[in-house]
């Protein structure tokens, strides 16, 4: 495989970008070589520099549900462009993908958009911490939300993968208004509300944790949390952001009869644009300025483009939902990855979203459960399937997602030569 454009380009960024990224797993670190430089993607397929052909199964880390450049977007988006790039003024596009999404959660009221999923949930605590007129935050143990101070304790991928617990340059005075404690562990938040539970402003948890592995929790488990924050007089705030509308129209949570204060989303609502939001109930979120005391505000907030992205990915979701599709691809790669026929290549999968997790044993609930053989074998045959078309995204704690675009030849495409790549594990692990 010729990559001699893309390593050129790499040689570049090394020397204008931080690690040569502008985000940390970008830079395969964890699973060795230097990473693709892409050109183009359209549908399922994206082309590197050096004209390299591959199925993408990162897809930005999960917001192209419909894939690379779906023609209704790109037109979407254009036609927004034509009539101004931004106005830091209101206009009729952030109602349309207010009105969209708040649709889909019955009695919130309110939607305050932003342009990451990182303000989502900064923005989310501030108004918890406001409405309980308390400072603690409680977070899981492998939950990723962003990279805001408070967050970045025991977060998920990215330092996982880099093997740092905090982050450096967080004041430990931020660090410690946050508590971390195990998921699936009913002692431990039992514990935690018994300890604290006065001082608690939020619980920040996905109901559907997608950034250690994925790792599936128990919806009686999710629900009793739920429980032990409304009791304490905590808020709930469910970070959808990679859940929220990728595997139903609305929120993963409320699905599974969780009713949470605050919902977070990103990711598939901006239609692959810069886009996150906060959705509540009026009470809470017209505490925001400028009715309420909460100040949050955004120079590109709500702007133009991401808006008609958002609006266009949405109304095509909602008119045309895809989802018992896109559940039946992933049974479909599920089914073709178990032909393997291995007990150490597991999947674990929740609709288009689809952990590879090449261990054997129990599929893990915790991220202290991912056997480290799984992450080297991972980085193992991460180069190999690259160089024959797959890219897959570049962590063995990073999901896979699909989209509209995949075929059920590529996914099978996939099964075989992930196969192929493990029945030659001895050799390239070897030469690495
Ligand atoms: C659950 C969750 N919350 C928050 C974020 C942060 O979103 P962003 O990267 O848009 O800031 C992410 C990003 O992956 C996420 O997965």
Known sequence: MDLRRSRAAYARALDALPGGVNSPVRA?????GEPVFFRSGRGSRCTDLDGNQYTDYCLSWGPLIHGHAPQPVVEAVRRAAVDGLSFGACHERELELAELVLAAFPGRRRLRAV???T???MTAVRIARAATGRDLVVKFDGGYHGHADGMLVKAGSGLATHAIADSAGVPRAV???TVVAPFDDDAAIRGVFAELGRQIAAVVLEPLPANNGLLVQRPDWLRSVAALARRAGALLILDEVISGFRLRYGGYGSALGIDADLITL???IGGGMALGAVVGPAELMDRLAPDGAVYQAGTLSGNPLSMAAGIAALRSLRGDPPYERLERLGA???AAIARIGRGDVQVQRVGSIVWLYLAAGELPRRPGGVEPAAVDRFGAVHRPLLERGHYLPPSAYEVLFLSTAHTAAQVERLAADLD????????FVSER
């Open 28 to 32: 395969f670190r964890r699973v060795g």
């Open 115 to 117: 342009s990451s999923g």
């Open 119 to 121: 303000e989502a949930v």
């Open 175 to 177: 660090a410690a208004t």
């Open 266 to 268: 990103g990711k598939v």
């Open 332 to 334: 479909h790669l599920q």
């Open 420 to 427: 192929a790549v493990l029945k030659a594990e001895h050799s």
